[in-house]
């Protein structure tokens, strides 16, 4: 890693611990109402997108909600209550891309924590997809930490997410979740490097913004 990737990671990295920082200050409260505005939120894209066509049956993808996350099981059960097909993450070792169908709340198992320590989000227990269904997905969603006017994201910093980006078929909606005060209403505010791929909507906790 050169001197300029260095300085870019750590930056980054100091981001990051901001986060999470502030999004331990919210309350179970504001988090479930959190939730329920996102469901709302997911309806009306779903209804409106001027971009993307969905029909019962077609595919999206998006995640189970773990730690501080803005809560996707609302978002996740309107969507399936519209007729969509829900892939949500099967993970496996280290960068390994998996899916399964999510068929409601009921179904997922948590899972243990990683070896290091670290959050897993809970996974359904029903057949495990390869990393190419995610082109069946018309619209997808992704988690971040932050999001700027370009529509680049701040991840976890594993890279299991740009990979999946990396994947998507050409005309998916690209969807970035976060909390409000997480979006920066500023150009360049979230180093990009050449990998990233930018999403071209951003859904907070009150609001959709399209880039």
Same mark, same amino acid.
């Given at each position: 890693?050169?001197?300029?990737?260095?300085?870019?990671?750590?930056?980054?990295?100091?981001?990051?611990?901001?986060?999470?920082?502030?999004?331990?200050?919210?309350?179970?409260?504001?988090?479930?109402?959190?939730?329920?505005?996102?469901?709302?939120?997911?309806?009306?894209?779903?209804?409106?997108?001027?971009?993307?066509?969905?029909?019962?049956?077609?595919?999206?993808?998006?995640?189970?909600?773990?730690?501080t996350e803005v809560p996707t099981?609302?978002?996740?059960?309107?969507?399936?209550?519209?007729?969509?097909?829900?892939?949500?993450?099967?993970?496996?070792?280290?960068?390994?891309?998996?899916?399964?169908?999510?068929?409601?709340?009921?179904?997922?198992?948590?899972?243990?924590?990683?070896?290091?320590?670290?959050l897993r989000p809970a996974e359904?227990?029903? !057949?495990?997809?390869?990393?190419?269904?995610?082109?069946?997905?018309?619209?997808?969603? =992704? +988690?971040?930490?932050? *999001?700027?006017? $370009?529509?680049?994201?701040?991840?976890?910093?594993?890279?299991?997410?740009?990979?999946?980006?990396?994947?998507?078929?050409?005309?998916?909606?690209?969807?970035?979740?976060?909390?409000?005060? !997480?979006?920066?209403?500023?150009?360049?505010?979230?180093?990009?490097?050449?990998?990233? =791929? +930018?999403?071209?909507? *951003?859904?907070? $906790?009150?609001?959709?913004?399209?880039?």
């Open positions: 890693m050169n001197d300029k990737a260095e300085k870019i990671d750590a930056h980054k990295q100091v981001m990051r611990h901001e986060a999470i920082r502030i999004r331990k200050e919210i309350g179970e409260g504001e988090r479930a109402e959190a939730g329920e505005r996102l469901g709302k939120l997911a309806a009306s894209l779903v209804n409106n997108s001027p971009t993307v066509d969905l029909k019962p049956g077609d595919s999206a993808a998006a995640y189970v909600s773990m730690g099981f609302e978002l996740l059960d309107t969507l399936v209550q519209r007729g969509l097909r829900m892939l949500v993450p099967r993970l496996g070792k280290g960068r390994d891309i998996g899916w399964s169908e999510y068929d409601g709340k009921t179904g997922l198992r948590q899972m243990p924590h990683t070896a290091t320590g670290g359904p227990e029903g !057949e495990i997809l390869g990393p190419e269904a995610i082109a069946d997905a018309k619209i997808v969603f =992704i +988690p971040a930490f932050a *999001i700027d006017l $370009d529509g680049t994201r701040l991840g976890r910093g594993g890279g299991w997410y740009d990979q999946v980006l990396g994947l998507c078929r050409e005309d998916a909606l690209k969807i970035g979740v976060c909390w409000d005060r !997480e979006f920066i209403d500023h150009h360049h505010a979230v180093p990009r490097e050449e990998h990233d =791929i +930018p999403v071209d909507v *951003i859904m907070t $906790d009150k609001r959709i913004i399209t880039i």
